[in-house]
């Protein structure tokens, strides 16, 4: 079965500084991961996916995520937090079977302190 | 594109009403998929279709619920009746096909914030 944890409820940074949100996933065959991001009273917003390949992936307002198969991981990343990036983080996983549909963490709170 | 659209916004409704939310995805996107957002349970996946056809129903939580999609450019998700617990903001999004293994995101709409008194 497939399933996504999100270790941390809130993650408290101050600005300027690197922030890392975590993730680990569990699924049968081959992860496909993604991060999304969700702001107040918004839907969901597509930060990055890992699907093959290099293991650090970039996606979008300078977020990255390093998949890491031996500790079944995909934390993210941003080397200078800015206060604009507090927001609702979700992690998501599906797995290679065909099947299209998500798996999401429960969410990690980021707050980046001004 | 103006992304996958969501009506109404917000809704209140008393209990034992009928309530009907309502998707547009993205043109060219051939799955949809409703979501159900909580404090309690994070969000949950309800159902999503393929080509219009439902394939994974698993999430819908009662007979109370039920998903159409006439065609690729509407789908609705209706309760009936409404219940108190039924409070949350339900999304809607959509994704591309992904032939020939290629692994596509979902987009999602604003949502729906669903209120019964």
């Known amino acids: 079965a497939q399933s996504v944890a999100q270790p941390e409820d809130q993650v408290n940074v101050a600005e300027g500084n690197p922030l890392t949100v975590k993730c680990t996933y569990s699924?049968?065959?081959?992860?496909?991961l993604f991060w999304y991001v969700q702001y107040p009273n918004r839907g969901l917003q597509f930060l990055l996916k890992?699907?093959?390949?290099?293991?650090l992936v970039k996606g979008s307002y300078g977020f990255e995520a390093e998949f890491n198969k031996s500790q079944t991981s995909f934390h993210l990343k941003k080397p200078s937090a800015l206060v604009s990036d507090s927001a609702l983080y979700f992690c998501?996983?599906?797995?290679?079977?065909?099947?299209?549909?998500?798996?999401f963490g429960t969410g990690t709170r980021l707050t980046v302190i001004p | 594109d103006a992304g996958v659209i969501q009506s109404p916004r917000h809704e209140v409704t008393e209990m034992g009403q009928e309530v009907t939310l309502r998707c547009k995805p993205i043109?060219?996107?051939?799955?949809l998929f409703w979501y159900r957002q909580t404090m309690m349970r994070g969000l949950e996946l309800l159902i999503y279709f393929n080509n219009n056809v439902p394939i994974d129903d698993s999430g819908m939580p009662e007979d109370r619920f039920s998903a159409k999609m006439p065609n690729a450019s509407f789908s609705t998700l209706k309760i009936q009746p409404s219940e108190p617990r039924d409070s949350a903001v339900y999304f809607c999004?959509?994704?591309?096909?992904?032939?020939?293994?290629?692994?596509?995101?979902?987009?999602f709409g604003p949502g729906t914030r669903l209120t019964v008194t």
């Open positions: 043109s060219g996107h051939d799955y």
């Open positions: 699924v049968s065959g081959n992860p496909y």
């Open positions: 890992y699907i093959t390949g290099d293991n």
């Open positions: 999004a959509s994704s591309l096909p992904g032939a020939r293994g290629r692994i596509y995101e979902q987009y």
């Open positions: 998501a996983v599906r797995d290679g079977t065909g099947a299209n549909n998500l798996f």
